[in-house]
């Protein structure tokens, strides 16, 4: 979809992935770290789309209503390089705003366990489909290793998103990208998560949204292992402290990431 005309039909598939890599070294209960070193949108447009039966605001099959879908509508987004923003344009009259670019990933991840096989729209524990826009320059993500190799994959390239993507798009991009692996042998996580110089995050991928919530503060809580401090403590600190960011609300699971800045954490255990 590169102009006004195109339509949904044109897309074959659900997100574009690159991958399988098989990365050296990587076995089952390590860790893979993804540093992402640089991003960058390749091209100058951007799409979002609404498609029927898709979007936290309409009906499906488990969740039916009376009122007929909504039709497909497509925009399309400028892409300024040069001043890093992107331009949104009403299709049903003549408003415009710039949004600021935040280029990221909204698929990272690697092969689910016990040889199993998911569509490229699904978030859940391997990564997958997350739509997080902590999946991006600066951030280092962890993926817990299932198989030899990890069979680790990238892609669904977002310009901008905001918080649960409820229409059911980002502005849709190309991006180019360099990452740097690095296998943590004997390193065990059960869910992804991303970290920085400033925070730890943590994610969790379940319906309805308060059980991934409940997988997203369990697992911060067990990092602060990491620094010493018991489960108590932490979810003590955590109820004080803590952040919580909903990322997307219209995929098979939903997705949010719980996190805490490190200036409020003790030292790391060498």
Known sequence: MRK?????????????????????????????????????????????????????????????????PLKERVWFYHIDHASNMATYKALDSDFSVK??????????????ANGEARSSIV??????????????????????????GGLFYIGDGHAAMGDGEVAGSAIEVPLKARVQFSVIKGRTIEWPQFENDQAIMT????????????IAFTELVHCHRDYGLSDLDAYELLSKVAKV???????????????????????KKP
């Not at 949004?99 to 689910?112: D, M, R």
């Not at 859940?124 to 600066?138: H, K, L, R, Y």
Request: aromatic letters at 10%; proline letters at 12%; charged letters at 15%.
């Open 203 to 214: 994610v969790g991928a379940y319906r309805p949204v308060d059980d991934a919530v409940r």
């Open 99 to 112: 949004i600021p670019l935040h280029p990221f990933f909204g698929c990272i991840g690697v092969a689910p």
């Open 4 to 68: 006004p005309g195109d339509t949904m039909s044109m897309v074959k598939g659900d997100n574009p992935l690159a991958g399988p890599f098989y990365i050296e070294g990587a076995e089952p209960g390590d860790t893979l770290a993804v540093k992402i070193l640089d991003l960058q949108v390749d091209g100058d447009t951007g799409v979002g789309a609404y498609s029927p039966g898709f979007g936290a605001l309409s009906g499906s099959h488990y969740t039916p209503v009376l009122e007929p």
């Open 245 to 267: 960011h909903f990322n997307e609300m219209v995929d098979p699971n939903y997705v949010v990431v719980a996190s805490i800045e490190k200036k409020y954490l003790p030292p």
């Open 123 to 148: 978030p859940a524990e391997f990564g997958g489909n997350m739509d997080s826009p902590e999946a991006s320059v600066g951030n280092t993500v962890y993926l817990p290793v299932n198989v030899k």
